[in-house]
């Protein structure tokens, strides 16, 4: 099984400022991943598919790079409604596997 | 606009079943491999498990196979898992979620609301 290793935990940002998230993954998953943001109480919503496209919706602010096992997700300058938890999934080996999540909140 | 409606949870006993099922509207549902997928209460996701859009292939996560059923009804959009022998690491907010493609790509491009299955004595 793949396991994807998100860093960091928690990232505190002001809103404006630039994230950049990290996954990397335990071997290579070429470009099959995704990338998922969930709000409190709410279900995940597709970002970034197959590395770097945006899911239909998705502002423009949002960016997905990378391949094999390092992969970024940037969020180029941050909203009020982006604070909330990001994960990394793979689908490049069966079973799909998601990361542990990172936790944008706010500083 | 997709809209997937899930229903089904609630508090079973451990070794008791359940039956989830998934609403869909606003897109073809035969066209599209369906999933679930669970989160565990403050955890991360897992993938459970997925069936394509004619229905005819199913899969399975090790950690459900063989005590899960996995269905579809394409004339009625719906969704089903069918849950056996449950446990208390079963208990976990159930998400329905469609997948990109009609075969299973697991890329999942719209999630319904949950429902909680609580598996506890």
């Known amino acids: 099984e793949i396991v994807l290793t998100q860093s960091p935990a928690t990232l505190s940002l002001s809103p404006g400022e630039r994230a950049t998230l990290s996954c990397r993954a335990s071997?290579?998953?070429?470009?099959?991943l995704a990338w998922y943001q969930q709000k409190p109480g709410q279900a995940p919503r597709l970002l970034i598919y197959?590395?770097?496209n945006r899911a239909t919706g998705i502002p423009a602010r949002f960016s997905g790079s990378g391949s094999g096992t390092d992969f970024t997700l940037t969020i180029s300058s941050l909203e009020p409604e982006d604070f909330a938890v990001y994960y990394c999934?793979?689908?490049?080996?069966?079973?799909?596997?998601f990361g542990q999540g990172t936790k944008v909140e706010i500083k | 606009e997709v809209q997937l409606l899930e229903s089904g949870g609630g508090l079973v006993r451990p070794g008791g079943s359940l039956r989830l099922s998934c609403e869909a509207s606003?897109?073809?549902?035969?066209?599209?491999?369906m999933n679930w997928v669970r989160q565990a209460p403050g955890k991360g996701l897992e993938w459970v498990s997925a069936?394509?859009?004619?229905?005819?292939?199913?899969y399975y996560a090790d950690s459900v196979k063989g005590r899960f059923t996995i269905s579809r009804d394409n004339s009625k959009n719906t969704l089903h898992l069918q849950m056996h022998s449950l446990r208390a690491d079963d208990t976990a907010v159930y998400y329905c979620?469609?997948?990109?493609?009609?075969?299973?790509?697991?890329?999942?491009?719209?999630w319904g609301q949950g429902t909680l299955v609580t598996v506890a004595s």
């Open positions: 979620a469609k997948d990109r493609l009609v075969i299973a790509e697991y890329c999942f491009d719209s």
């Open positions: 197959d590395a770097s």
């Open positions: 606003g897109f073809t549902f035969s066209d599209y491999a």
């Open positions: 069936i394509v859009g004619g229905g005819s292939n199913t």
């Open positions: 999934q793979q689908r490049s080996y069966w079973p799909p596997t």
């Open positions: 071997q290579s998953v070429r470009s099959y």
